[in-house]
């Protein structure tokens, strides 16, 4: 679990640009490992930034118990070296989970209307899913109708329920947003006593991390081109402004952070002591970088010593052709063999359990009859490559979703002989 710092946007864009509420209040969540980043209110949409942050291993292992009392109560009557041991190797087979936004998602006000799906950026779209790593930040956009002013609180509903089926949902209750009416003042601006000058003062911070970072802010009198003042912040992040009520603008900026515009009506306000506005920038080059995890596709999946999964092998549905796009995995597979000239592996089909069992089984031999002639006219001997079909006799999944059919359906090669050398990769397999 990460420490949140949810800190409520005190100042909201009095301007015709988009209204962004960063770091937004939750009321409640389902998840721990979702977080909201800002929300923003276009001229068309409402666009809503989040952050996934994969589980650890240790995370993972300990939700599988939860979930597999007998498992655990296994372990529980082990002695505690054993069990140790046990705890490690189930460790060493924890892999990435999956990821994906509901296309029937959609915010709904306190009244009961709501604002529906409309697209996603960075993030796969059920029913696809997108591969995630243990302990790694993903960052993604999800857009839905746009919001009417007026409406200050939202609930974000991903399901139904919060969890359902093995899937965890991400529905966010009562998130606060700076959307204000015609005539109305944003959530937390509080009007006080008469005072001819307003003290305002905060810290800039990271967007990802909350750690505070140093930064340059310029403040104009909206419609000025010469500043009204400018500070350089220290490693602490804190800035201090002295301003008379009126309109102003400030542009942030920090190296490796994208630069923030926001503005500010104090016109209306009678004083302010002791104002406090905290910034928090989105770094620059963590979120390509999480973009590019996003888009690069896996390579060949170890599942143990002897054996790897093809999941880059792709066929037509209910067909045992092998599709173009399954090339660039085969060709490691020839890689692997001709630096490997003395080993021999076994290529195993199978398939989801839909269908006749009977028919499922020769389709799965037939596939990976597909798989050993593409490697045999590759210059592979035939000597060498033996295959298997097992239709639908070794699932992975239990076969309930769509999801679960499609990690069933597969092709791995098993490794028959001790000695080998996996293909040289910057990726493991």
């Known amino acids: 679990m990460r420490k949140i710092i949810v800190l409520i946007a005190l100042i909201g864009f009095q301007s015709a ?3 962004v509420s960063p770091n937004p209040k939750v009321t409640k969540k389902s998840t721990n490992d979702t977080f909201i980043n800002k929300i923003e209110i276009t001229e068309d949409y409402t666009v809503v930034s989040m952050q996934y942050v994969g589980k650890s291993a240790k995370e993972v292992l300990k939700g599988y118990l939860e979930n597999n009392p007998e498992e655990k109560e296994q372990l529980s009557r082990m002695n505690p070296l054993m069990r140790q041991l046990a705890l490690q190797q189930m460790m ?3 892999g990435g989970s999956s990821i994906s936004i509901q296309p029937t998602s959609f915010l709904k006000t306190k009244d009961g209307r709501t604002f529906e799906f409309i697209k996603a950026s960075n993030i796969a779209v059920a029913p696809d899913r997108q ?3 243990p302990e790694k930040k993903y ?3 999800v857009y839905f109708k746009k919001l009417e002013p007026g409406i200050q609180s939202i609930d974000l509903v991903e399901g139904p329920n919060d969890e359902r089926d093995g899937f965890q949902y991400w529905n966010f209750y009562g998130v606060e947003v700076n959307n204000p009416g015609v005539g109305e003042e944003p959530l937390s601006l509080v009007p006080l006593e008469n005072k001819s000058e307003i003290f305002m003062s905060g810290k800039v911070f990271d967007a990802v991390t909350n750690s505070p970072i140093a ?3 310029i403040c104009k009198v909206e419609g000025d081109v010469i500043p009204f003042d400018s500070v350089r912040t ?4 804190y800035f201090e402004f002295l301003m008379n009520p009126g309109t102003y603008e400030y542009e942030i900026t920090a190296d490796g952070y994208k630069t923030s515009k926001e503005f500010m009506d104090l016109s209306k306000l009678k004083t302010l002591k002791n104002f406090e506005r905290d910034i928090f920038l989105e770094p620059i080059v963590q979120e390509k970088a999480v973009e590019e995890v996003a888009l690069e596709e896996p390579e060949m999946e170890r599942v143990d010593d002897k054996t790897f999964r093809l999941n880059n092998v792709y066929f037509a549905i209910g067909q045992a052709g092998i599709l173009e796009e399954s090339h660039k995995e085969l060709q490691k597979v020839v890689e692997m063999m001709k630096e ?4 021999k592996i076994r290529i195993d089909g199978h398939t989801d359990n839909q269908g006749d069992s009977h028919l499922n089984k020769i389709l799965s031999l037939d596939r990976a009859k597909n798989v050993r002639d593409y490697l045999l006219r590759q210059g592979v001997s035939a000597e060498r490559v033996s295959l298997k079909g097992w239709g639908d006799t070794q699932p992975l999944e239990s076969n309930v979703s769509e999801g679960e059919r499609q990690r069933n359906r597969r092709v791995e090669i098993v490794i028959m002989e001790e000695k080998f050398t996996p293909p ?5 397999f």
Do not use: C, H, M, Y
């Not at 220290?234 to 992040?237: D, E, I, K, L, N």
């Not at 490997?340 to 080993?343: M, V, Y």
């Not at 040289?424 to 493991?428: I, L, Q, Y």
């Open 131 to 133: 591969t995630v790593e």
């Open 234 to 237: 220290s490693r602490t992040g």
């Open 139 to 141: 960052f993604f956009k």
């Open 424 to 428: 040289s990769s910057d990726k493991p």
């Open 17 to 19: 640009l988009a209204q």
């Open 340 to 343: 490997n000239p003395s080993i």
């Open 92 to 94: 060493s087979q924890v």
């Open 215 to 217: 930064a340059n802010i």
